[in-house]
């Protein structure tokens, strides 16, 4: 029995159509040392997503619930 191999080869525009619709997070802690003396830290995460992605998330975890508004009220001079 032969074994079939396929490449699939994806185009960028794809991979930057998955990208948008799943998200992506990268996550990064960087430390630059002398001698153990901390001379640099960097600590970065970055989200890269559709808006329409993040809002789906926003909305699962009740990021868009609204806060109680207060009505302002005038004051006379």
């Excluded at 998955?18 to 830290?41: F, P």
């Excluded at 600590?43 to 559709?50: D, K």
């Amino acid at each position: 029995m032969a074994v079939k191999t396929a490449l699939q080869s994806s185009s960028l525009a794809e991979v930057l159509d998955r990208v948008l619709d799943k998200g992506i997070v990268i996550d990064a802690y960087v430390v630059v040392s002398l001698v153990g003396i901390e001379l640099l830290s960097i600590e970065a995460r970055v989200v890269i997503a559709s808006v329409a992605t993040w809002l789906e998330y926003a909305e699962a975890v009740g990021l868009l619930t609204e806060k109680p508004h207060r009505p302002r009220t005038a004051v006379a001079v």
